[in-house]
């Protein structure tokens, strides 16, 4: 991060009390706060038992919470997920704030709602915990638009709203814009470029700002997910940005993503920045859908493998620092 960067939040997951505080004091005199991961539902927060995956044990959430509102200097905040019940989930929130969690957010999915089966959010539940607590609350989940925010706002009763994935694809979500893919891509690579980010992450985040154009145009997908450097990614944007540029002149059919579940969706050309709802079935207006099915998994496969290269690059850093 930069010093320009602040309020600055350094997020931690985990199931021990102490050895989350040993890793929050390596940071508290360079952030304004340290958060608590109960939220992740990923297959590798099972198995390490921490994210949702401990929601059940509040005795281990407890006692992390409490340890370090007690001996840290910043305040302490936590990110969850809701039960399916609203009374446990209102327990659950109460039980947080009483442990010293200086702000909440929830986000209203349950655990198992992720992936094809991520749904809707229920801001019902998130209003009622916002009823029953005092501390300050975000609220998270739904957010795929700007009128998003002031809807949910005024359902929950929220101190603010947070995003995650909809900001992957359009970064300029809290602007109330929908700007051309090929801008946002070249301020994110200007950025990399400069502070030298890591060849995968950018691979990783350039395939979330294209996924929906890329679904249209495969060739230049090919581009990305062949590149070995982040030069290769510099030169290949150069590409995809004139022939972007080019169909947006033309004006051809927008992408459409079938979706009925969000009342207020909206048809944009595949070359401008929007929400992607993951599941739904995509189709081009004058194309064949199963096609461009295929190919937003192909898109979706790329980035696994990318994420799954950057992890194998970290554990290979950390293993020559070791020797």
């Known amino acids: 991060t930069t010093p320009e960067d602040r309020p600055l939040l350094v997020q931690f997951c985990g199931n021990d009390a102490q050895t989350v505080l040993k890793a929050a004091k390596f940071v508290e005199d360079h952030c304004d706060g340290v958060d608590i991961n109960l939220g992740c539902p990923q297959g590798i927060a099972r198995r390490g038992h921490y ?3 401990l929601q059940d044990d ?7 919470v409490s340890l370090l509102n007690k001996e840290l200097a910043v ?4 990110k969850i997920r809701v039960f399916s019940e609203v009374s446990r989930t209102v327990q659950y929130a109460q ?10 957010t929830v986000h209203g999915r349950t655990r198992e ?4 089966d991520t749904g809707l959010a229920a801001w019902d539940h998130i209003r009622a915990v916002r009823q029953a607590v005092k501390i300050p609350m975000f609220a998270n989940g739904n957010i795929l638009y700007f009128e998003d925010i002031e809807r949910c706002l ?5 101190d603010g709203v947070m995003t995650a994935e909809t900001n992957l694809y359009n970064p300029a979500l809290f602007s109330d ?4 893919v090929w801008e946002v891509v070249d301020k994110y690579l200007e950025i990399a470029v400069k502070h030298k980010t890591a060849f995968m992450h950018v691979k990783g985040h350039v395939f979330k700002l294209y996924n929906i154009s890329f679904q249209i145009k495969t060739h230049l997908r090919d581009s990305i997910a062949n590149s070995h450097k982040v030069q290769d990614i510099v030169d290949a944007q150069k590409v995809i940005k004139e022939e972007l540029i080019s169909d947006s002149k033309q004006a051809p059919t927008v992408q459409v993503q079938n979706v009925t579940t969000c009342p207020n969706f909206k048809q944009l050309p595949y070359w401008l920045c929007q929400p992607y709802f993951r599941s739904t079935r995509l189709e081009a207006k004058t194309g064949d859908a199963d096609k461009v099915e295929s190919d937003m998994r192909g898109t979706l496969n790329d980035e696994r493998r990318a994420r799954r290269e950057a992890k194998r690059q970290r554990k290979s850093i950390l293993a020559e620092k070791a020797l």
């Not at 509040?58 to 006692?63: A, F, H, P, R, V």
């Not at 039980?95 to 909440?104: D, F, N, T, W």
């Not at 005024?154 to 929220?158: C, D, E, K, P, R």
């Open 51 to 53: 994210g949702a995956f």
């Open 58 to 64: 509040w005795e281990i959430i407890s006692s992390i």
């Open 75 to 78: 305040p302490v905040t936590c």
């Open 95 to 104: 039980m947080l704030e009483k442990a010293g969690c200086q702000l909440l």
């Open 113 to 116: 709602m992720k992936g094809p």
């Open 154 to 158: 005024s359902h929950a009763g929220v």
């Open 177 to 180: 814009l929908h700007p051309p």
